[in-house]
Antibody
Framework: EVQLVESGGGLVQPGGSLRLSCAASGFTFSSYWMHWVRHAPGKGLVCVSRISSDGSSTTYADSVKGRFTISRDNAKNTLYLQMNSLRDEDTAVYYC???????????WGQGTLVTVSS | EIVLTQSPATLSLSPGERATLSCRASQSVSSYLAWYQQKPGQAPRLLIYDASNRATGFPARFSGSGSGTDFTLTISSLEPEDFAVYYCQQRSSWPLTFGPGTKVDIK
């Protein structure tokens, strides 16, 4: 069974940092692009970042560029999102998702909640 | 950035009725459009990709159509498990964007 499990969310003060992880199983992780998508309360789904299967190519939403870094460890079947200089507006449920045909999301993890608040 | 607009925001229907959901793009996305279903407390699930291809696990009552800027998701006869929020998403260009969603609820 294809499975994605996020971890690392929590409460952090503005300006702080968090690192999210996404453990993948049930498929050949190193063959797929991977994505982070967030869903803020009362707002829409936003694609935060994506990374190519070998990690050589990354893309970011303008709202997180320069603050967030996506990476992966194909030996550990794990995707990461390092989030620095966090702002109130980064508060959201963060999902990792496998990229099918690169940019369709299937499946998604269960999500991890990040709350930025003082 | 390609903006996706979905209508209606809410669709109130009874089981057995036909649901027609619309997604409109601010510029052409060719056939690079997907639909996702999200139920409360769950992550979204890929439902339709490339405008009209049904994803694994979804029955034939779900169908997608359209190209360019106008797309439709049709549920031919609503089952109780179909009441959910449906999002469209484009992959024509970065940033990949989603529509705001259509909530299908029980009348």
């Amino acid at each position: 069974e294809v499975q994605l499990v996020e971890s690392g969310g929590g409460l952090v003060q503005p300006g702080g940092s968090l690192r999210l992880s996404c453990a993948a199983s049930g498929f050949t992780f190193s063959s797929y692009w991977m994505h982070w998508v967030r869903h803020a309360p009362g707002k829409g789904l936003v694609c935060v970042s994506r990374i190519s299967s070998d990690g050589s190519s990354t893309t970011y939403a303008d709202s997180v560029k320069g603050r967030f870094t996506i990476s992966r460890d194909n030996a550990k079947n794990t995707l990461y999102l390092q989030m620095n200089s966090l702002r109130d507006e980064d508060t959201a449920v963060y999902y990792c998702a496998r990229g099918v045909s690169i940019n369709w999301f299937d499946p998604w993890g269960q999500g991890t909640l990040v709350t930025v608040s003082s | 950035e390609i903006v996706l607009t979905q209508s209606p925001a809410t669709l109130s229907l009874s089981p057995g009725e036909r649901a027609t959901l619309s997604c409109r793009a601010s510029q052409s996305v060719s056939s690079y459009l997907a639909w996702y279903q999200q139920k409360p407390g769950q992550a979204p699930r890929l439902l339709i990709y490339d405008a009209s291809n049904r994803a694994t696990g979804f029955p034939a009552r779900f169908s997608g159509s359209g190209s360019g800027t106008d797309f439709t998701l049709t549920i031919s006869s609503l089952e109780p498990e179909d009441f959910a929020v449906y999002y469209c998403q484009q992959r024509s260009s970065w940033p990949l964007t989603f529509g705001p969603g259509t909530k299908v609820d029980i009348k």
